[in-house]
């Protein structure tokens, strides 16, 4: 895979927030992938050893660019397109909004563009009309064109969702820092030649540009009072020398602050390690880098409450009123005279070998998408009413509070299928809500029930006409009462269904699991479906987690797929075609009971999705632990595209691909139906005819293909 990157001006050693990010992004990168074929391209202006040709296995190429303000990136970027598509390149990825300017010439050129979003420049003082034109001309190329953008804060994301409706594609992969490499000399020898002592001086670091407001912490430094015995650091400089720079270099030197210019390296973090309290009062910024490596080294810290900033979640007192200069001062202030020096902050977050490993997966996206799922099952609950003899979901029910909720399922993917399942669906007093939701995500909701709440079934029916219903009758009436553990379900059950009917409701139905007992009431339970013109689903029992049963195993085999084997007779007889897909699923448990090969490949987790009611994303609901049982990501922690699309879900697939279950159940045997659809059409045309000719189906000789 071969990548060029541009929008920063290089790398090692050249200031910047974008070029400190590359240069801890790409080497990581190129360790982490060796198949990576990383080129920078740098501005030659801002290179200071250009016989430097490689950093680690990241290649460096230099194109000179006039050093024009606010024009040099996008002129420079141009030229980079241009040379990715020359080299062959896989993908361009472009840092900054300023460099995007040139995605679609980008696109046009056939590259596929990634842009890292570092934050909304147009936002910062320096730039004139003109720049923050381009900045933004740059940041509506992004969000339109680019394939991939990858933001550096939720609050860029909120930008992007915002202004331009952009969710798709939009990956939050923050900036990085580094813990302290360690290795000080304890004798502080670059505090030594600035006249500095340790924890004697307030530290700021940044870029000479008007939005650091630098000049507004001379001024709240010099308000100190009694606290003036705090020197002021300023570590940092400007690109290029402007009248903005000039002043506060001035202004610094007629108050005695300490001005260090451009530092790196060692000189800076014994900066860091001994600052009684670093500042940042920006009014813009994207994520800074500086107030990142603050906290790595454990430092007070007084930062601006812009978005960016408070995105980081530090501790209110951390935080002063952006453009108050008395706030700034009493917040300073407040800090120094708190007696502990060292603080504790998660950093989690901002680990640079996990952001490069979620780059590499964005690479990898891009060039190697994953279809999105047609197919979504979500377990709203494992309480339930009945006490069924093949499933115990009943005796694990989940907490009320902690089930999935409306919002949440509002955030799950669009398909063209959701079933909704329990437990008993009917319990959850959201139900309608969750109904509504769903129909936000897929044109089709059918839910699978016990039909043992009646009235809010028929309420929820008045509500959404529309919606599917299967109620679960795994037998006549005795054998059903006494199956699912509840005297009085079955008589419930056809009442409600007939009440449906009578209601206008279309998609209705019975579901029947087939266990060791019922499979001769299986078939008067179709000639009732029939006689009542409703869908009849069928299903064999398994074991699995979900339904906390292991020792499901039909015994009489020869009686369970005779009548299986005259259900799909009787369903090759009718004249609806859906009645032969039927026939062919069915023909699918006959094998599955019998022990023998699925009719199609396991795809769980590839087409459909399961979610259960703590948010667990699971490729189906037959895993049990003796086997396998790993789930994709939570919903609740993670956004479902990132799931999808992630390393775990990958491996999730792989297991899926070696699972010896091999199992023929509804929700994942559907999906595949659907998607492989010339296997059971040419199957039911064929059985169709040897039907009309009153020959019985062929169920041992069906076309297998390869997963
Ligand atoms: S065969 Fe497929 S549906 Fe069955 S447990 Fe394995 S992955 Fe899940």
């Given at each position: 895979?071969?990548?060029?990157?541009?929008?920063t001006?290089?790398f090692?050693?050249i200031q910047g927030g974008i070029e400190t990010h590359c240069e801890e992004l790409?080497?990581?990168?190129?360790?982490?992938?060796?198949?990576?074929?990383?080129?920078?391209?740098?501005?030659?202006?801002?290179?200071?050893?250009?016989?430097?040709?490689?950093?680690?296995?990241?290649?460096?190429?230099?194109?000179?660019?006039?050093?024009?303000?606010?024009?040099?990136?996008?002129?420079?970027?141009?030229?980079?397109?241009?040379?990715?598509?020359?080299?062959?390149?896989?993908?361009?990825?472009?840092?900054?909004?300023?460099?995007?300017?040139?995605?679609?010439?980008?696109?046009?050129?056939?590259?596929?563009?990634?842009?890292?979003?570092?934050?909304?420049?147009?936002?910062?003082?320096?730039?004139?009309?003109?720049?923050?034109?381009?900045?933004?001309?740059?940041?509506?190329?992004?969000?339109?064109?680019?394939?991939?953008?990858?933001?550096?804060?939720?609050?860029?994301?909120?930008?992007?969702?915002?202004?331009?409706?952009?969710?798709?594609?939009?990956?939050?992969?923050?900036n990085?820092?580094?813990?302290?490499?360690?290795?000080?000399?304890?004798?502080?020898?670059?505090?030594?030649?600035?006249?500095?002592?340790?924890?004697?001086?307030?530290?700021?670091?940044?870029?000479?540009?008007?939005?650091?407001?630098?000049?507004?912490?001379?001024?709240?430094?010099?308000?100190?009072?009694?606290?003036?015995?705090?020197?002021?650091?300023?570590?940092?400089?400007?690109?290029?020398?402007?009248?903005?720079?000039?002043?506060?270099?001035?202004?610094?030197?007629?108050?005695?602050?300490?001005?260090?210019?451009?530092?790196k390296?060692?000189?800076?973090?014994?900066?860091?390690?001994?600052?009684?309290?670093?500042?940042?009062?920006?009014?813009?910024?994207?994520?800074?880098i500086t107030?990142?490596e603050?906290?790595?080294?454990?430092?007070?810290?007084?930062?601006?409450?812009?978005?960016?900033?408070?995105?980081?979640?530090?501790?209110?007192?951390?935080?002063?009123?952006?453009?108050?200069?008395?706030?700034?001062?009493?917040?300073?202030?407040?800090?120094?005279?708190?007696?502990?020096?060292?603080?504790?902050?998660?950093?989690?977050?901002?680990?640079?070998?996990?952001?490069?490993?979620?780059?590499?997966?964005?690479?990898?996206?891009?060039?190697?998408?994953?279809?999105?799922?047609?197919?979504?099952?979500?377990?709203?609950?494992?309480?339930?009413?009945?006490?069924?003899?093949?499933?115990?979901?009943?005796?694990?029910?989940?907490?009320?509070?902690?089930?999935?909720?409306?919002?949440?399922?509002?955030?799950?993917?669009?398909?063209?299928?959701?079933?909704?399942?329990?437990?008993?669906?009917?319990?959850?007093?959201?139900?309608?809500?969750?109904?509504?939701?769903?129909?936000?995500?897929?044109?089709?909701?059918?839910?699978?029930?016990?039909?043992?709440?009646?009235?809010?079934?028929?309420?929820?029916?008045?509500?959404?006409?529309?919606?599917?219903?299967?109620?679960?009758?795994?037998?006549?009436?005795?054998?059903?009462?006494?199956?699912?553990?509840?005297?009085?379900?079955?008589?419930?059950?056809?009442?409600?269904?007939?009440?449906?009917?009578?209601?206008?409701?279309?998609?209705?139905?019975?579901?029947?699991?087939?266990?060791?007992?019922?499979?001769?009431?299986?078939?008067?339970?179709?000639?009732?479906?029939?006689?009542?013109?409703?869908?009849?689903?069928?299903?064999?029992?398994?074991?699995?987690?979900?339904?906390?049963?292991?020792?499901?195993?039909?015994?009489?085999?020869?009686?369970?797929?005779?009548?299986?084997?005259?259900?799909?007779?009787?369903?090759?007889?009718?004249?609806?075609?859906?009645?032969?897909?039927?026939?062919?699923?069915?023909?699918?448990?006959?094998?599955?009971?019998?022990?023998?090969?699925?009719?199609?490949?396991?795809?769980?987790?590839?087409?459909?999705?399961?979610?259960?009611?703590?948010?667990?994303?699971?490729?189906?609901?037959?895993?049990?632990?003796?086997?396998?049982?790993?789930?994709?990501?939570?919903?609740?922690?993670?956004?479902?595209?990132?799931?999808?699309?992630?390393?775990?879900?990958?491996?999730?697939?792989?297991?899926?691909?070696?699972?010896?279950?091999?199992?023929?159940?509804?929700?994942?045997?559907?999906?595949?139906?659907?998607?492989?659809?010339?296997?059971?059409?040419?199957?039911?045309?064929?059985?169709?005819?040897?039907?009309?000719?009153?020959?019985?189906?062929?169920?041992?000789?069906?076309?297998?293909?390869?997963?």
């Open positions: 895979m071969k990548i060029t990157v541009c929008g001006r290089g090692p050693g790409y080497p990581r990168i190129t360790a982490i992938e060796e198949d990576l074929d990383i080129t920078v391209i740098r501005r030659t202006g801002y290179v200071s050893d250009p016989s430097v040709r490689n950093y680690g296995r990241v290649r460096f190429k230099d194109i000179w660019v006039p050093r024009i303000s606010g024009i040099e990136s996008a002129v420079h970027t141009l030229i980079c397109a241009f040379y990715a598509r020359l080299t062959g390149a896989d993908i361009l990825h472009i840092h900054g909004i300023g460099p995007a300017i040139v995605v679609p010439v980008a696109k046009l050129l056939g590259l596929r563009v990634v842009v890292t979003h570092h934050g909304p420049d147009y936002a910062r003082e320096k730039w004139g009309p003109f720049a923050k034109l381009v900045l933004r001309t740059g940041e509506y190329f992004a969000a339109r064109l680019a394939d991939e953008i990858i933001v550096i804060s939720s609050h860029i994301a909120g930008i992007l969702e915002s202004k331009y409706r952009r969710t798709q594609h939009v990956r939050l992969i923050y990085g820092v580094n813990r302290p490499a360690g290795g000080l000399s304890p004798d502080h020898p670059y505090l030594g030649r600035l006249g500095l002592e340790p924890g004697k001086y307030i530290l700021a670091v940044g870029r000479f540009v008007p939005e650091k407001n630098f000049g507004h912490l001379i001024d709240a430094w010099l308000q100190l009072g009694e606290q003036a015995d705090y020197r002021l650091v300023i570590a940092g400089d400007s690109d290029f020398e402007t009248a903005y720079s000039r002043n506060l270099k001035i202004k610094a030197r007629e108050n005695n602050v300490t001005l260090t210019g451009m530092i390296g060692k000189d800076l973090a014994e900066l860091y390690a001994n600052a009684a309290l670093f500042v940042l009062p920006s009014s813009h910024e994207g994520l800074p107030l990142l603050a906290m790595s080294y454990r430092r007070k810290i007084v930062v601006s409450n812009i978005p960016a900033n408070l995105a980081v979640n530090l501790a209110a007192d951390s935080y002063f009123q952006w453009d108050s200069r008395d706030d700034l001062t009493m917040k300073i202030s407040a800090q120094l005279r708190k007696k502990n020096t060292d603080q504790d902050y998660d950093l989690s977050r901002y680990d640079w070998d996990t952001i490069a490993q979620e780059t590499v997966r964005v690479y990898e996206h891009l060039l190697h998408p994953v279809a999105p799922p047609t197919d979504m099952c979500i377990i709203l609950t494992y309480r339930c009413p009945m006490r069924c003899k093949m499933c115990n979901i009943w005796a694990h029910p989940t907490m009320r509070e902690k089930e999935i909720t409306a919002d949440e399922i509002r955030r799950l993917p669009k398909v063209k299928f959701i079933n909704l399942t329990g437990g008993e669906p009917f319990v959850r007093d959201d139900l309608e809500e969750v109904v509504s939701a769903c129909f936000t995500r897929s044109p089709r909701v059918v839910i699978s029930t016990s039909g043992w709440f009646d009235d809010k079934l028929i309420a929820l029916a008045e509500r959404f006409p529309q919606i599917g219903i299967r109620i679960s009758i795994e037998g006549l009436e005795e054998k059903n009462d006494e199956l699912r553990g509840r005297p009085g379900g079955f008589a419930k059950a056809i009442r409600t269904l007939g009440k449906l009917r009578e209601m206008g409701v279309k998609d209705i139905g019975f579901g029947c699991t087939v266990s060791n007992n019922n499979s001769a009431d299986m078939l008067k339970l179709y000639e009732l479906s029939h006689s009542l013109g409703m869908e009849f689903a069928t299903a064999a029992f398994h074991n699995s987690y979900y339904f906390h049963k292991y020792d499901n195993e039909i015994t009489n085999k020869d009686e369970v797929c005779r009548n299986f084997a005259k259900l799909v007779d009787l369903q090759l007889k009718e004249s609806h075609p859906k009645s032969w897909f039927r026939a062919f699923f069915n023909m699918g448990l006959i094998h599955y009971i019998e022990g023998r090969r699925r009719l199609l490949p396991c795809e769980a987790g590839l087409v459909n999705f399961f979610v259960e009611p703590y948010g667990d994303v699971y490729p189906c609901n037959g895993l049990e632990e003796k086997y396998w049982k790993e789930t994709m990501g939570n919903i609740r922690t993670t956004d479902f595209q990132t799931i999808w699309e992630s390393r775990q879900a990958d491996k999730v697939r792989r297991q899926v691909y070696n699972c010896p279950k091999n199992c023929w159940m509804v929700g994942t045997a559907s999906p595949v139906m659907k998607k492989y659809i010339r296997i059971p059409l040419a199957w039911a045309i064929r059985n169709k005819i040897r039907s009309l000719m009153g020959k019985p189906a062929v169920l041992h000789k069906p076309t297998y293909i390869k997963p």
